[in-house]
């Protein structure tokens, strides 16, 4: 893993690891893909202001995040299935999480129970992803263990009600490896009837499409936990989720697979930002990639970046090592990042540091 150098790296070895089974599920976007890429390409159009000769021998990158500390504002996003990419899967996610200091977000659909990332991670800070389920006993069931064995949150996915098309894992198709199961689902229909997966039978059945607002509230206090509202795309919807109970706001495309030729989440999180960041917290994935993707996604007003595809690359490449090599990249690019543009602290990062493509060509200067 030494010559592994930056998260690109990491995505390159991962592809020769993994069959073209997990390749094609790990990576796969929804319909042309459009959107995995813009995503990216939209990080690339905002740049940097850096500010020179500013005292910056002394930084932290120290955070928090709903009131408790994190080392640094980098998150692992919610995705399934992580002992597909190691055997160890989410149990190792957690404690690399763990070991770095930050938060992991772990999949309803995971590999690993709750209960078993709970006793893997004692003390680390654990949320629970909650999908959009039809079964609402069920909800709260889970939900209510995750709460007993020590997770803080609920990230309720709100963008998924169907599964987008996801056209490469359709062309193989693509098969669950023997011995894969859902934990914390144990009478799901992956799980009954592994040979017959598919993932657009799989959503009829299990994801509801009838889900409403008022869904964060039922939440909120059948379980007395913070809901996080993950996949908003819009001011209007981060409004409606905030004045439905919300207590954050995680602006997501679901990393390209829900609907492709949405606008890039980085290109959304001013508006969502100007519409509720007063009242709550507002956090951001898809295409995060370089410190200098979380240095922006800062500066725009994000109090944390998280990353989905990048741990999933680490875990495959070397399970927990590779998970926390990963975060430890990040981490000294921010770092990095830091110390050039002039700021000490995350608190320093404001919108002064950066500006899109677009606004540099109207900005006018005067001396
Ligand atoms: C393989 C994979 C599985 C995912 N599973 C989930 C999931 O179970 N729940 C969820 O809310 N989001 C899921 N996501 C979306 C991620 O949480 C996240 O929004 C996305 O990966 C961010 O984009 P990035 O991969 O470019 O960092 C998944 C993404 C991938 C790539
Ligand atoms: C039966 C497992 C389905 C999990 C889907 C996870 C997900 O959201 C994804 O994008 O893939």
């Not at 908003?232 to 109970?245: K, R």
């Not at 390209?256 to 951001?284: F, N």
């Not at 770092?335 to 002064?352: F, H, K, N, Q, Y």
Request: proline share 4%; charged share 25%.
């Amino acid at each position: 893993m030494d010559k592994l150098v930056c998260i690109k790296d990491f995505m390159l070895a991962v592809e020769n690891i993994w069959d073209s089974n997990l390749n094609a599920y790990y990576n796969c976007g929804a319909d042309d893909e459009i959107t995995v890429q813009e995503n990216r390409d939209a990080f690339i159009r905002w740049k940097l202001r850096p500010r020179l000769l500013r005292g910056v021998s002394k930084r932290s990158l120290f955070t928090t995040v709903l009131g408790k500390p994190v080392n640094f504002p980098v998150g692992i996003a919610p995705t399934a299935m992580h002992q597909m990419a190691h055997p160890e899967g989410e149990l190792a996610t957690a404690r690399a999480a763990d070991n770095s200091g930050t938060i992991f977000i772990q999949s309803l659909h995971s590999t690993y129970s709750i209960e078993e990332v709970a006793h893997a991670a004692p003390n680390s800070r654990k949320w629970l992803q909650m999908a959009l389920i039809k079964d609402r006993n069920k909800m709260i069931e889970v939900a209510l263990r995750a709460k007993r064995v020590g997770f803080e949150a609920i990230v309720l996915s709100v963008d998924t009600c169907t599964f987008g098309i996801r056209r490469n894992i359709r062309r193989l198709p693509f098969k669950l490896p023997a011995g894969i199961r859902l934990a914390n689902l144990e009478e799901d229909e992956m799980n009954v009837n592994p040979d017959g997966f598919n993932f657009t039978q799989h959503s009829e059945l299990t994801l509801d499409c009838g889900a409403t607002w008022d869904l964060i509230q039922f939440l909120k206090s059948a379980t007395d936990m913070p809901i996080i509202a993950k996949g908003i795309q819009t001011f209007e919807d981060a409004v409606l989720a905030v004045n439905n109970g919300a207590d954050a706001i995680f602006v997501s495309n679901h990393g390209g697979r829900q609907l492709d030729g949405v606008i890039p989440t980085i290109d959304i999180l001013q508006e969502v930002v100007e519409s509720v960041g007063e009242h709550v917290e507002v956090y951001v994935d898809g295409g995060v990639m370089r410190g200098s993707d979380v240095f922006k996604a800062i500066a725009i007003g994000a109090k944390m970046a998280f990353i989905g595809r990048p741990i999933l690359w680490g875990l495959g490449v070397g399970g927990q090592e590779g998970v926390q090599k990963v975060l430890n990249i990040l981490k000294e690019e921010l770092d990095i990042t830091m110390a050039l543009t002039g700021v000490r602290s995350v608190s320093e990062i404001s919108p002064e540091f950066v500006r899109t493509v677009t606004q540099l060509k109207t900005l006018k200067t005067k001396c």
